[in-house]
């Protein structure tokens, strides 16, 4: 994978998944939308939480918190979807990432990024571009491309692990509530 | 003719009369005479311009000519002699043309003149002149042989005609004469014809009426564009009124046509020609003024794509506002969100209609490919291409032209016998292949049919028990083998060519025709050749869609497909002991919950509905929870993520902005072929 872009920018935008911060580099980043309506694709994996329009464009959205095995989001106040452009097959397409809250803009200069650590992270290191220290707090950083490749994207869905519950739940709410595994 | 040498009648009667030999000679394929009388012809045509005098060489030409064309009738006697003296008379006519020049030098000017006016009228390809030939016949007009419609005919012919009657002379019934001609005509033609030409067909009438014809558009635009003289000019141009008389009507500032009618300056019928020599001139360049501008234009597709994202956003941007002043219950912003309602819609189907291309330009592109292969491999093969005018979005028809172009491939290679076989064979040794395309509801259905050798479907079960594909000895349907066709790396060609055989095309096809959510199916009869159909959805069309819901999603069928709704109740279900079928009118159709379908949880309703669809010519029934009603559907791709969406072929957004999935029904119903298959 391309490790250039990191040497260009220094700026990242940070976020929280399970009170965890992570970090994504911020030229990926389009805007971030207050969480909004999503339309689940009925028989797709759990972490693609569905579909939103964005300004009539049709966005796929994933749970970043099931993407990386933890459980899924509840829906607060501050559930924020990020929208990044990603380069799938050479093709640049827009995604959503679902996250627990968004944080700020931040700087991160060379030497404050480390490479990831091999162990004491439940996370898989691939994804992982580096670790940044801001203030005495860990920041992982995404390497946003790997995340969402389509091969991770795609992975073959066993559909019987989607039961989706749609026993009476109010609204907005309803579409998230999934049997988690 | 010796006697009166400056008798011009006489020699234009000649003329004629040798104009008319020509013509029918001609005509009944005389050949020789008309090229001959020609030649005469033109010394004539020569005198008749005033370019040589009628001299006693020239009425001894005109006498042995006569003898000559007598002669010709009866081409059994004396050949060669015939020959020598039509060879002398030629030359003689040739002698008079220098010696003429030399004779008078007005004559000479004359020449000179004629020889630099033919440039100018001469005909100009493409160029378009009009003319305005006033055409007055003598009273004796019709008796005299003269046939009016004929030559109305004969303009017609050359162009567009606008004709306006003189009436005026027409006198009361009972001073009529049935066989005189009272009326006169101003004829506007439009043609790219030159002056000769039309003078042509006059030319058996000029005796007896007067004509006259002038150029008055000569076809380049001019700068003031549509505009064209003002009446007054035109009148004065064609000696109909005086400068002096014009002006003195413009001075009272009325309708200037009107005002010399009142005055009985002019009759009624000329300012009327005039006028619509006016009003003609003025829309052929008006038209040609147009036809300039509208020309096609090219722009980027990104800019396309751009165009009618932006759109979607103002399509959703839009449906809040209704909403929004819907809420308020102001009048006057709700008319005013209609109108912005009405104004995006036809945008945004404009926006669309950009997008799509016609799928000839593909199709234009396989005759010249046809042609390569066909030569290559000795075969004769003709492309026949119909529907070429189907619109399919761009980007469709880009990925479109690999499969079609393996599947052509295969036609030529595979398919179509070589002449000497197909002879045999008893078939027309130039094969052909059929290319068309047409609309089907939402789809658009591709067939690419030859009249080749067809699949051999045993040499295909023997190949693919070879290749371990099939077990000997199973059983195995039509269609299932066909289907083995698309597999990778599976090709019955004996031997390699460098076009194909190497059983790498199928499964591109397969493969491409299914990223595209389309289908492929094949059709063969072994000798009588293959059909393959490709089904390929008009993405990024809008299509009428039902809107169905099921728990607490919307979702769209596509309404082509719909055939009718019924009602499922709790009892209904009962009574066929859990078989999921449903008889209507006697007929038995099958049906799917999209509840399970999806694997939604949850208690069914009591009363479900069932929607009919019509997929390859079967019915089955989707269940839903409830039918909401039609929606215009534009169709949203879901993007690469979610291609393997089984059931789902799109989305569309709603008014309130939120997503609504599109359903595959054509996948929901296979799928449920083969649970219950499996079954």
Redesign the interface.
């Known amino acids: 994978m391309d490790e250039t872009p990191i040497m260009d920018t220094n700026q990242y935008l940070s976020f929280i998944l399970d009170k965890e911060i992570f970090a994504i580099e911020i030229s990926r980043v389009r805007e971030v939308l207050e969480y909004?309506?999503v339309?689940?694709?009925?028989?797709?994996p759990d972490f693609?939480c569905?579909?939103?329009?964005l300004?009539?464009?049709?966005?796929?959205v994933v749970d970043m918190r099931l993407k990386f095995g933890m459980t899924k989001t509840d829906q607060t106040i501050d559930t924020c979807i990020i929208i990044v452009e990603i380069k799938?097959?050479d093709?640049l397409?827009v995604?959503g990432a679902m996250v627990d809250s968004v944080r700020e803009v931040i700087e991160l200069e060379m030497h404050e990024i480390e490479p990831p650590p091999r162990i004491g992270t439940h996370l898989d290191t691939s994804f992982i571009n580096g670790m940044g220290k801001k203030n005495n707090e860990f920041i992982i950083i995404l390497d946003i491309n790997k995340v969402f490749s389509?091969s991770e994207?795609?992975i073959v869905?066993n559909?019987?692990s989607?039961?989706?519950?749609?026993?009476?739940d109010i609204g907005t709410t309803?579409?998230m509530q999934e049997k988690s595994l | 003719m010796e006697k009166n040498k400056s008798d011009d009648g006489l020699v234009k009667k000649i003329f004629r009369a040798l104009h008319t030999i020509k013509g029918s000679g001609a005509m009944f394929g005389f050949d020789e005479i008309s090229e001959f009388t020609h030649e005469v012809e033109n010394a004539f045509d020569m005198v008749r311009n005033g370019k040589i005098p009628v001299t006693r060489e020239l009425v001894d030409i005109g006498l042995a000519s006569i003898d000559i064309i007598k002669l010709m009738f009866n081409p059994n006697e004396g050949d060669e002699e015939l020959k020598n003296r039509k060879l002398k008379i030629v030359e003689d006519i040739e002698k008079l043309k220098p010696s003429t020049s030399e004779i008078s030098p007005t004559s000479k000017e004359i020449q000179e003149e004629i020889k630099q006016t033919p440039p100018i009228i001469a005909e100009e390809e493409g160029k378009e002149f009009t003319y305005r030939i006033r055409f007055i016949p003598e009273p004796d007009f019709e008796e005299r042989g003269g046939d009016i419609l004929m030559l109305f005919n004969e303009l017609h012919k050359l162009g567009t005609c606008r004709t306006v009657a003189h009436v005026m002379n027409i006198p009361v019934i009972e001073e009529l004469e049935t066989d005189q001609c009272y009326m006169s005509w101003d004829i506007l033609l439009t043609t790219s014809k030159s002056k000769n030409a039309i003078r042509d067909i006059f030319i058996f009438v000029e005796d007896y009426a007067q004509i006259s014809i002038d150029i008055i558009d000569d076809g380049s635009s001019p700068h003031d564009e549509a505009d064209y003289k003002k009446l007054g000019y035109i009148m004065v141009e064609r000696g109909d009124l005086s400068i002096e008389d014009m002006k003195d009507i413009l001075a009272s500032k009325k309708f200037f046509g009107e005002m010399l009618v009142e005055k009985g300056i002019v009759d009624v019928d000329k300012v009327e020609s005039a006028l619509v020599e006016q009003e003609h001139v003025r829309e052929l360049r008006k038209k040609r003024h147009h036809e300039e501008i509208l020309s096609t234009l090219r722009v980027p597709a990104e800019k396309a794509d751009k165009l009618v994202?932006l759109?979607?956003?103002?399509?959703?941007?839009q449906a809040r506002l209704s909403q929004v002043a819907n809420e308020c219950d102001d009048p006057e912003l709700i008319s005013i969100a209609e109108e912005a309602e009405r104004l995006i819609w036809d945008l945004r189907d404009n926006a669309m209609s950009i997008r799509m291309i016609q799928i000839s330009t593909t199709f234009s592109r396989f005759t010249r490919l046809v042609r390569d292969l066909s030569d290559e491999l000795q075969k004769k093969v003709e492309l026949v291409t119909e529907g070429g005018e189907t619109e399919l979005d761009k980007t469709v028809i880009e990925r479109l032209t690999d499969p079609l172009l393996h599947i052509i491939r295969n036609c030529i290679d595979h398919g179509i016998e070589l002449p000497k076989q197909r002879e045999q064979l008893g078939k027309n040794p130039v094969g052909t292949i059929r290319l068309s395309a047409e609309y089907s509801g939402a789809k658009v259905i591709i067939d690419i049919e030859d009249d080749g050798a067809g699949i051999d479907l045993d040499a295909v079960k023997t190949r693919a028990i070879e290749r371990g594909l099939l077990k000997p000895g199973v059983e195995i349907s039509e269609t299932q083998l066909f289907n083995i066709l698309f597999e990778p790396g599976f090709s019955t060609a004996k031997e390699l060519t460098s076009i194909s055989g190497r059983g790498v095309g199928m499964d591109i096809i397969k493969k491409n025709i299914e990223a595209l959510r389309g289908t492929v199916l094949v059709k063969s009869r072994k000798g009588s050749g293959t059909r393959m159909t490709l089904q390929i959805p008009l993405t990024l069309a809008i299509i009428d869609g039902l809107m169905i819901q099921v728990?607490?999603?919307n979702y769209i069928i596509p309404l082509s497909a719909v055939e009718e709704i019924v009602e499922l109740t709790r009892d209904d279900r009962k009574k066929t002991h859990g078989r999921d079928i449903i008889t209507i009118r006697g007929r038995i159709v099958p049906y799917i919950d999209l509840r399970d379908?999806?694997?939604?949880?949850?208690?069914k309703p009591f009363i479900q509905q069932i929607v009919i669809v019509e997929v390859e010519n079967k019915k089955v029934g989707i269940v839903v929870d409830e039918v909401i009603g039609k929606h215009q559907t534009v169709i949203?791709?879901?993007?690469?993520?979610?291609?393997?969406?089984?059931?789902?072929s799109g989305?569309t957004?709603l008014g309130d902005?939120?997503?609504?999935?599109i359903l595959d029904v054509t996948r929901i119903a296979v799928s449920m072929e083969s649970q219950t298959e499996s079954i």
């Open positions: 909004s309506r339309t689940k694709v009925p028989k797709s693609l569905g579909v939103i329009n300004r009539g464009r049709v966005v796929p799938i097959d093709e397409t995604l389509l994207l795609t869905n559909s019987q989607q039961v989706q519950e749609l026993s009476g309803s579409e | 994202n759109v979607g956003e103002l399509v959703t941007m728990g607490k999603e379908y999806f694997l939604f949880k949850g208690e949203k791709s879901l993007g690469k993520v979610y291609r393997d969406a089984e059931g789902i989305a957004i902005g939120t997503v609504a999935l």
